[in-house]
C-alpha cells in the first residue's frame, strides 16, 4: 500500500505546519466571540448550528429560549449562547469586468467584519478522472478569482502524493497561484477499461482483472479516509468555526458488482472506516460540505453515498446535479455566516466515548444542521 505510506509521511510533515499555524491561530483568536472551541481538558461542549427555512434561506433571529439540546436523548441546560448573525452578505461571483473590480475590494474586512473561522477546500483528483480534473480546477479558479470569502482558506490535495497546496490565508491570488501551479496530474490507467491486449483484461465482458479492480478501489477508498482523518486530527488545533469542503465525485461505501464487474454482494464494505472519519471530523467541530465534481458530465461517475454521508452527520450540505461548481463551494465557504453556537457541561455521570447531540427549535418549519456528536476523553474534571 506505497499509496498509504506516503500519504502518512506528507501527513506528519503536514503536522508541524499545522501546529505552527495552530498557535499562531489562536494568538489571532483568543479575544475574538467567534473563536468558540470545544478543548479536552473542560467540561464544556459547544455545538455549532445553523438554522435554516423552509426554503433554505438561513434564520437570523433565534434565541437562547428557542432552542433545546441533549446529550445521549438528556435534556441539557445551555449554559453558552452566542449568535453569529452575519455582518453583510458576501459578494456574488463576479460576471464582468467591474463586478471582478468590485469584488477585490473586499480584500480586508473591517473590524466589525472579522474573518469568520477557517475553511479547507480539499481537491480530490484520486477520485476524480483527469479530463473531469480539468474542468473542477477550472471552477477553482474561476471561484479564487470572483469570490473573496470572509473566512481564512487552506487548499489541499489528495493525489498519489498528498499534500498541503497553501495554508490559511485571505489572500485568493496567493491560492489561486497555488492552484495553477499544482496542475491535474496525469491520467490513471484504471480509470479506462482495459482493452483485449491489457494484461489487466480478464476476458470476462471486457472488465479488467475482479481482483486487481477491487485491490486498487480498497487502496483508493482507504486513501481518501485515511487523508480525511489527517485533515481532521490537525484541524483539531485550530480554533474557531471550521469547515472541510470535498470537491470530488466521492467513493462507493460499499463494493459489489455495480463498481466491480464480477465482485460478490457486499465483497467489501468500509461502513466502519467512514464512522471513524466521521468521528474524527465531529470531535474536531468540523462541517464537512461536498461538491459533486463530476457537474453534469455524462462520463464521469458520482458516488452520492459518500457525498451525503459526510455532510448530513457533521453539518454540512451537499452540492451536486449542477455544472456550476464554483458556486457550490461559495454557498460552502457562506454556509456558516450565520450560525448559534450553543454549550452545555457535561453531566456529572458521563461516561468516557463517543456522546450523541441532539438539538431542537420550538419553531415550527426550521431545520437544523449540527455535528451529530462529541467525544469524552476520560476524567474532564
Known amino acids: 500500500m506505497a499509496g498509504r505510506q506516503s500519504g502518512t509521511v506528507v501527513g506528519l510533515a503536514w503536522c508541524a505546519s499545522f501546529l505552527a499555524a495552530a498557535a499562531l491561530f489562536g494568538q489571532q483568536t483568543a479575544t475574538e466571540d467567534s473563536g468558540l472551541v470545544i478543548r479536552s481538558n473542560t ?57 471582478d473590480q468590485s469584488a477585490g475590494s473586499h480584500q480586508s474586512a473591517s473590524p466589525e467584519e472579522a474573518p469568520a473561522g477557517y475553511s479547507l477546500l480539499l481537491l480530490d483528483w484520486l477520485n476524480t478522472k483527469y479530463t473531469d480534473r480539468l474542468f473542477a480546477q477550472e471552477q ?155 457537474g453534469l458530465s455524462l462520463t464521469c461517475r458520482s458516488y452520492g453515498d459518500s457525498l451525503n454521508e459526510l455532510p448530513s452527520r457533521t453539518g454540512g450540505t451537499i452540492f451536486a446535479g449542477r455544472n456550476d461548481l464554483d458556486e457550490g463551494m461559495r454557498l460552502a465557504l457562506e454556509d456558516m455566516r450565520v450560525s448559534y453556537t450553543l454549550g452545555f457541561h457535561v453531566p456529572e455521570s458521563a461516561a468516557p466515548g463517543i456522546h450523541e447531540i441532539r438539538v431542537r427549535v420550538n419553531r415550527p418549519g426550521v431545520k437544523l444542521r449540527y455535528r451529530e456528536s462529541y467525544e469524552l476523553a476520560g476524567s474532564v474534571r
Not at 55 to 62: E, F, I, S
Not at 73 to 82: A, D, E, G, H, N
Open 43 to 99: 467540561s464544556l461542549v459547544q455545538v455549532r448550528v445553523v438554522a435554516e427555512d423552509s426554503k433554505g434561506r438561513p434564520v437570523t433571529d433565534l434565541q437562547r429560549t428557542d432552542f433545546q439540546i441533549e446529550d445521549d436523548r438528556k435534556p441539557q441546560p445551555i449554559t453558552l449562547f452566542s449568535a453569529d448573525r452575519g455582518t453583510r452578505p458576501a459578494p456574488p461571483a463576479a460576471s464582468n469586468p467591474s463586478a
Open 140 to 294: 477553482v479558479l474561476k471561484l479564487l478569482k470572483n469570490f473573496q470569502p470572509r473566512q481564512r482558506v487552506a487548499i489541499y490535495l489528495l493525489d498519489r502524493e498528498p499534500r498541503l497546496l497553501h495554508d490559511f490565508t485571505s489572500g485568493m491570488d496567493e491560492l489561486r497561484q497555488a492552484v495553477e501551479d499544482a496542475g491535474v496530474g496525469f491520467p490513471d490507467p484504471q480509470d479506462d477499461p482495459p482493452g483485449r491486449f491489457d494484461a489487466r483484461y480478464s476476458g470476462k465482458g471486457g472488465g479488467g482483472n475482479t481482483e486487481e479492480q477491487i485491490f486498487f478501489w480498497q487502496n483508493r477508498i482507504l486513501d481518501t479516509l485515511h487523508t480525511l482523518e489527517v485533515v481532521a486530527d490537525h484541524l483539531a488545533h485550530v480554533p474557531g468555526r471550521k469547515s472541510l469542503i470535498w470537491l470530488s465525485p466521492g467513493f462507493p461505501i460499499t463494493l459489489d458488482g455495480n463498481v466491480v464487474k464480477g465482485a460478490r454482494p457486499d465483497e467489501l464494505n468500509f461502513i466502519r472506516n467512514i464512522e471513524r472519519a466521521l468521528a474524527r471530523l465531529n470531535k474536531a467541530d468540523i462541517a464537512a460540505y461536498t461538491v459533486a465534481a463530476c
